[in-house]
């Protein structure tokens, strides 16, 4: 079981960056595929960016492809998301989820950080 925790949202200004971090629990962090997700108001949560155990394998949705970068410090235990050239359609409550690699589901979930893009 691992538990997590988001932080590094806020607020920013079209054009500005953001860098999210989430911190794990455990000792096998390592064995986790980590994913990003993010759910706007009045919109289904979409899965953003993921990346795998050693982080050799990432992947982004086109809609932020080139803007985010997913990466992960397993001996910190955290993953990371460096949000480029935000937009006002980024604007969302993001989270952190991992998985087993030989699950689909996401079965831990972190609480959410709030990102929000002016103008």
């Known amino acids: 079981q691992v538990q997590l925790v988001e932080s590094g949202g806020g607020l920013v200004q079209a054009g500005g960056s953001l860098r999210l971090s989430c911190g794990a629990s455990g000792r096998t962090f390592s064995s986790y595929y980590m994913g990003w997700f993010r759910q706007a108001p009045g919109k289904e949560r979409e899965l953003v960016a993921t990346?795998?155990?050693?982080?050799?394998?990432?992947y982004y949705a086109d809609s932020v492809k080139g803007r985010f970068t997913v990466s992960r410090v397993n001996a910190e235990k955290t993953v990371y998301l460096q949000m480029n050239s935000l937009k006002p359609e980024d604007t969302a409550v993001y989270y952190c989820?991992?998985?087993?690699?030989?699950?689909?589901?996401?079965?831990?979930w972190g609480q959410g950080t709030q990102v929000t893009v002016s103008s």
């Open positions: 989820a991992a998985r087993t690699s030989w699950r689909l589901e996401y079965d831990y």
């Open positions: 990346i795998s155990g050693g982080g050799g394998i990432t």
